[in-house]
């Protein structure tokens, strides 16, 4: 019996309802990374609980050392045939500074009419993840509102912390290995090739965050009486982070590249078919000339190159007017995006010895991790990622591409090692999407043809 | 008739109604470069110009377009022998971040004892430059109530822009130069050489400042989508801000040192006989190594070289956690100590085009001034001076330095060049003051024998 037309149809009647319910969540001001707002990522995470348990998935919300996770089963039917999947997302959002930047409140959603007549959802979350994760909610609501069950076993796990580095993830999977460990992860946490054509995602950077604190004189001094003659803080971190790249783009920490390979011809070629301009990348947030290593293509240097960025720099006085002063420390943020075999924590010794060698005799420096993962690949032989493939081909007409990622989801590497299951990555985002920044939307076509996708692979995964 | 010893007992006498009146000063929260202070620096203003009135300095607040200032005059008595002087001070204040390291609150000023018993008044403003201009006004109220009037001619001028570049001096002093030429200017915002050695400061650097925003993209991006292959304006400006100097500690940008002369032998072999020493200079602060010029003394270094500081400098997160966000902006606050005859508008245009020259084609940056005065020299075969140092000596017990300083103090140009007055710099300040610094404070004995040292200085040159 084939049951999909009509959940497709449930979807399309109740999308009105499917899209309030969105906005309930996205009203919840979960940002992880800053401890004010602790209390509304509990919300967050009650709130997914209570909707899952309404539909069927039975869940609840548990207390970790940070902020809590969600996890839930369908009632278990040995009979269903295909895999049982573990669907994975995170409820927790980025900062939303600097806030003069957004043009609406960015926790009072908006529906927004573009001058083409399509609709973008806009507040933070909405793509990342909010969103993403809630197409296969609601997806799954429509498949047991239309025939009492899911085509397969599903559970979900939903996170709290993935914008601040997951560091309750390792110790809960550790702790819940036998309950979590499925057949098969699905993420919904990464994009779309363009508009129109839908992508599994087989490759992803890894990540190592670090934060470098720099201390000169043991207070703040006056530059007319201490100028020329004090250390200054920002020069030493000026010219420590200026040394990170040569003149060709590349990271001059030793030993960075090691264990970085070349992508095999078979994905390159088939990147190369995707009609990838730097134009066409660049453009739209106003540059036009790529920065990183000048021996690769924009398309390597975010997918298959590793970067070292600097995410956030302070020190002295940065208020309106001027203030005279040297300042007792500066500080930077700092994080590399890896790939193939780089060793994220080796990486970031080599950045502390890099900084303490360069190092003043009189100053000191303390350093922050921020988290780090590995690199990930998807194993794309595996079946699944074909029939995913397919029901993805068929929603939206176009084929499905394979692409890689700059971003990372470190959790695909924990399945893999924890847990013995590959993953399947697709997600419904735009690069114009603007995560992580101020205006953050969610395409509402990627929301509604997102659910309808999500029916079709539950459907096809089913029948494999 | 000689008034001096009754005027000293006096001081004497009043010396706790004295510190009542500064701490009534150091309460107003006079920040001139911060908007959200405008109310309080005319408070300020307000209150001078009542206590100067009361004592018979007849004044008024006088509006300009920034903040207000307060101009005074004694009786004219054409029969007094010496010059007329013009006293000059500032009521603004630095702004109190970081606050956090403020052991009590920077306006509610109070009295500590130290181990060794002596005092210090713990305040913003305490010795830059609050304390510092009521030592004047004090010394004149004790002579008016002594003698019934001052004995010379004695003008005033406060200003409140001081901390913020004096927007508002100079077209001030041009509307006002008939009123405000006089014979002699005296300035109270300067230190001694040490706790026990009164100084005269006769050389002073001028200061140049400039704030640098550069934009790369025209929105915050993820650093997992873009990075890589998105100039970061955080790597660009701190290459920038590196490449400002050579590894010898000398500042690049092309013709910065034209203009620089060498001190005369007559005032280094001066200098050489005070006994500085690096460590002793350094130590207090936490460094030992001089940073600057590393063919330069570190005395040279602060009073005859000029440097290139950086005084701020931030872009992207900032705050607790981590963003991996490749900024839209990053900006410095960059700031020169000028000497000799250094052009502070030629190394401001120096700048702005090492700047744009190292500037990425898809970047932009934008310029702020903030303000610039050249370096200036006191004259000091001026016989005033011999006069002021007798007076020194006498007080202290110790014969007062003729120093240079690293500071700037504008106005003593303005006052040559506008007004066609020699200025007298005589201070009290001490190394260890904190000024510009969380915990600023002025030692009671430098208000207290300020106070008396200026009621000497006033008798030594009416008599001269």
Redesign the interface.
């Known amino acids: 019996m084939n049951h999909i037309e009509g959940v497709l149809e449930r979807i399309d009647a109740d999308i009105d309802n499917s899209t309030d319910r969105l906005f309930d969540l996205l009203k919840i001001k979960s940002i992880?990374?800053?401890?004010a707002f602790k209390e509304e990522c509990r919300k967050a995470a009650e709130w997914l609980a209570r909707e899952l348990s309404e539909i069927g998935i039975k869940s609840s919300v548990r207390d970790t050392t940070g902020h809590p996770m969600v996890v839930g089963h369908s009632e278990a039917d040995a009979s269903k045939a295909g895999p049982h999947v573990l669907f994975y997302g995170h409820y927790d959002v980025?900062?939303v500074?600097?806030l003069e930047?957004w043009e609406t409140d960015p926790f009072e959603p908006k529906i927004v009419t573009k001058p083409d007549g399509s609709k973008i959802i806009v507040a933070r979350g909405s793509a990342d993840d909010k969103g993403q994760l809630l197409t296969f909610v609601e997806a799954a609501r429509a498949w047991i509102a239309e025939t009492g069950s899911l085509p397969l076993n599903v559970s979900v796990i939903f996170e709290g912390e993935e914008?601040?580095?997951s560091p309750s993830l390792d110790a809960f999977l550790d702790a819940n290995s036998k309950e979590l460990s499925c057949d098969l992860a699905l993420i919904c946490d990464t994009?779309m090739w363009n508009e129109e054509t839908p992508a599994i995602t087989i490759m992803m950077?890894g990540?190592m965050?670090e934060?470098i604190d720099i201390t000169?004189?043991?207070?703040?001094?006056?530059?007319?009486?201490?100028?020329?003659?004090?250390?200054?803080p920002?020069?030493i971190?000026?010219?420590i982070?200026?040394?990170?790249?040569d003149k060709t783009g590349k990271v001059t920490l030793p030993d960075f590249y090691d264990g970085v390979s070349e992508v095999p011809e078979t994905v390159t070629a088939m990147w190369d078919g995707l009609g990838f301009t730097?134009e066409g990348?660049?453009g739209p947030?106003?540059?036009?000339?790529?920065?990183?290593?000048n021996d690769r293509t924009?398309l390597q240097?975010?997918w298959s190159?590793?970067?070292l960025?600097?995410?956030?720099?302070?020190?002295?006085?940065?208020?309106?007017?001027?203030?005279?002063?040297?300042?007792s420390k500066?500080?930077?943020?700092v994080?590399c995006?890896l790939v193939g075999d780089q060793d994220p924590e080796k990486i970031r010794s080599s950045l502390r010895k890099y900084v303490e060698d360069n190092l003043?005799?009189?100053c000191s420096v303390e350093f922050h991790e921020?988290?780090s993962s590995a690199s990930t690949h998807v194993d794309y032989t595996n079946p699944a990622v074909d029939h995913a493939r397919n029901a993805l081909t068929e929603e939206w007409g176009k084929e499905a591409a394979l692409i890689g990622?700059?971003?990372?989801i470190p959790i695909v590497g924990d399945f893999k090692n924890k847990l013995s299951m590959d993953t399947l990555l697709i997600g419904f985002g735009l690069?114009d999407d603007?995560?992580?920044?101020?205006?953050e939307k969610y395409n509402f076509s990627s929301f509604h043809k997102g659910i309808r996708s999500w029916a079709r692979i539950l459907d096809a995964l089913a029948k494999a």
Request: glycine residues 16%; negative net charge.
């Open positions: 992880s990374t800053d401890p980025q900062p500074d600097p930047l914008e601040s580095g994009g950077r990540l965050g934060q000169a004189s043991d207070r703040d001094l006056h530059s007319g009486h201490f100028g020329g003659a004090a250390a200054n920002i020069h971190l000026s010219s982070l200026a040394g990170l790249h730097t990348f660049l947030v106003g540059l036009d000339v790529p920065a990183g290593e924009a240097q975010i190159r590793p970067t960025e600097i995410n956030g720099v302070w020190g002295g006085y940065t208020g309106a007017g001027f203030k005279t002063v040297i300042p500066a500080s930077a943020k994080s995006r003043p005799a009189d921020h988290g990622a700059g971003g990372s690069e603007q995560i992580h920044s101020p205006n």
